[in-house]
């Protein structure tokens, strides 16, 4: 099956603003906390969250046009995965310490 | 000369959501950028900002009632700190991680 990526900033052109705003909202950041545990990703389905599917991917898209999440499409179902090697490279220690805040 | 305190969160009140979204604005980034170079403090006139003073305090508000930033009083002076023991306890890493992104 052939899988395609949904367009999204190259690393270089991630901002750090764009990466805050994006991880600072409490749905967001639960989306971002189950992709941590999940490096094979998540469809967008598989996400439990106490939002419509519609409000879900609108949080996605704001998280991939950050650069924190990187969505690709195979055959009917979209796949997201944390951009962890690129949000390291740039930002060493972020995401880490986000990702250690208490719940 | 006596020192007092704005009022400002404790430690455990501190939520990750509020730090991320006080970071993630280009002003108050600039102003924590300045505040880790300046471990003793910098008073609020002393920022070089290109907004104007009350846009400047009301910034300063954000950080300090999200936990980044703590300020307090000498005299007529507002003296600002990074809260960098806070932020490193509850979140390791994050701050490092903000402050190497490129400007």
Redo the contacts between chains.
């Keep these: 099956m052939t899988s395609k990526q949904v367009p999204q900033p190259e690393r270089d052109e991630i901002r750090?603003?764009?990466?805050?705003?994006a991880?600072?909202?409490?749905v967001r950041?639960t989306i971002v906390r189950a992709l941590a545990d999940a490096p094979a990703g998540i469809s967008c389905g598989e996400l439990e969250l106490p939002v419509t599917a519609s409000t879900r991917a609108h949080h996605l898209k704001i998280l991939r046009e950050a650069g924190v999440v990187s969505t690709h499409v195979e055959g009917t179902r979209r796949i997201s995965t944390l951009r962890r090697d690129d949000l390291e490279a740039?930002?060493?220690?972020?995401?880490?310490?986000?990702l250690?805040?208490?719940q």
Excluded at 23 to 26: D, F, I, S, T, V
Excluded at 90 to 98: M, R
């Design positions: 750090v603003e764009a990466v805050l705003q991880l600072g909202e409490p950041l740039l930002y060493p220690g972020l995401l880490t310490g986000v250690s805040a208490k």
